[in-house]
C-alpha cells in the first residue's frame, strides 16, 4: 500500500535513497571513479620517479666510493660541490617530471569528464590546436630556452661553480634555470645568457683542473739540472699538507716545451680540483724562484739594445 506523509505526498515502495543511487550510479560514479583512478596512477608515478632519484644518487655515492689512495680522500673534498650539483640537478628534474605527470594526468581526467557530460571536444580541440600553433610561432625562442634549458640539466654540461665559456660570455656560473644562464666573469660583470642562443660550451672546470706553468732558464744552462730541481719542487709540493685537498695527482714535469735565441723554457703540468689550478701555478712559480736562486741556476739573459736602436722608446739621435 502507498504511504501518505505527513506533507500529503504519496511515496510509493521505492524509496528515495534508491533514487539517489540510481541518479549516482550513472555519470556521478564514473566521474569519481576516474578521479580516483588518476590519483592512484598520479601517486604510482611520482612514487616511482622518487624511488628513481633515490637509485641515482645512491649509485653516485658508490661511484665516489670506488675511487682507490688518495684519489678516493681527494675526490671527496675535490667533487664535494660537483657531487652537491649533481644532487640538486637530478632534485630539479624530479620536480619537472612530477609538474608535467600532474599537468598531463589532470588534462586526461578533464578532457574524459567533458566528454562524460557530453560537452562536444572537437571545437575544443580544434581552437586549442590553433591557439597553441600561434602561440609556437609567437613564442618559439621561449620554447627553444625552455627545451636547451632541460637538455643541460639532463646531459649536465655545467653547473653552478663551473668556469665556462658560452661563446658570448666567459664566467662562473652563478645560476642556471630553465629559460637562462647567470654567469660572472673576471671583471666582476653578470651576464645572462639564454639557454636557446647557447649554440657550444667549453666547461673549464667539470671534474678537474689543470694547472700549466711555463718556466724560463737561460740557453746554457744544464736543462737536466733544471729540471731535476723542478722535479723536487713539485714532489715537495704535491707532500704538502696545505694541497693535500688540492693536487689530484703528483705533477708532472713535461719537459721542453719552447727554444727561443736565449731561453729554454720547461712545462710543469698539474692536475687540481676545479678552479684551483691558478693558486697551484703560483706556488711552483714561487718554489722553482727560491730553488733556482739556491742552486745558482740563470734567468734568461736580456741583451742590450743593437746600436743604432733606441734603448728605451725614444728617438736615435744623428749626427751631422
Not at 589532470?106 to 581552437?127: D, E, H, K, R
Request: aromatic share 6%; hydrophobic share 50%; no cysteine.
Amino acid at each position: 500500500m502507498p504511504d501518505l506523509t505527513a506533507s500529503g505526498v504519496l511515496h510509493t515502495a521505492e524509496s528515495t535513497p534508491m533514487r539517489v543511487w540510481d541518479w549516482f550510479a550513472g555519470r556521478p560514479l564514473m566521474v569519481v571513479s576516474i578521479v580516483v583512478v588518476a590519483l592512484v596512477l598520479r601517486w604510482l608515478l611520482i612514487r616511482s620517479i622518487g624511488r628513481i632519484v633515490e637509485v641515482t644518487l645512491a649509485k653516485s655515492d658508490a661511484r665516489r666510493e670506488t675511487e682507490p689512495g688518495r684519489a678516493r680522500s681527494v675526490l671527496a673534498l675535490a667533487t664535494g660541490a660537483a657531487h652537491e650539483r649533481h644532487r640538486q640537478r637530478t632534485l630539479t628534474m624530479a620536480s619537472l617530471l612530477r609538474s608535467i605527470v600532474t599537468f598531463v594526468i589532470a588534462l586526461i581526467v578533464v578532457l574524459t569528464v567533458m566528454s562524460i557530460f557530453g560537452i562536444p571536444l572537437g571545437p575544443l580541440l580544434a581552437s586549442a590546436g590553433v591557439g597553441g600553433v600561434a602561440l609556437g610561432f609567437g613564442a618559439q625562442s621561449l620554447v627553444k630556452d625552455f627545451l636547451s634549458g632541460i637538455f643541460m640539466l639532463l646531459e649536465d654540461q655545467y653547473g653552478v661553480g663551473d668556469l665556462i665559456d658560452t661563446g658570448e660570455a666567459v664566467g662562473v656560473v652563478e645560476e642556471v634555470t630553465l629559460r637562462i644562464t647567470k654567469l660572472r666573469d673576471g671583471s666582476g660583470v653578470a651576464w645572462y645568457v639564454r639557454n636557446g642562443e647557447i649554440t657550444r660550451v667549453a666547461n673549464k672546470s667539470q671534474g678537474w683542473s689543470t694547472a700549466i706553468v711555463d718556466i724560463p732558464v737561460a740557453y746554457a744552462e744544464d736543462i737536466e739540472r733544471a729540471k731535476q730541481l723542478i722535479s723536487d719542487v713539485v714532489q715537495a709540493l704535491y707532500q704538502d699538507e696545505a694541497f693535500a685537498g688540492v693536487l689530484l695527482e703528483e705533477p708532472t714535469v713535461a719537459g721542453v716545451e719552447q727554444l727561443t735565441g736565449s731561453t729554454v723554457t720547461l712545462r710543469v703540468v698539474a692536475k687540481t680540483e676545479p678552479n684551483q689550478q691558478w693558486g697551484v701555478q703560483r706556488a711552483i712559480r714561487e718554489r722553482v724562484k727560491g730553488a733556482f736562486d739556491a742552486a745558482g741556476v740563470q734567468a734568461p739573459a736580456v741583451y742590450p739594445p743593437v746600436a743604432g736602436t733606441p734603448a728605451s722608446g725614444g728617438t736615435i739621435a744623428g749626427t751631422v
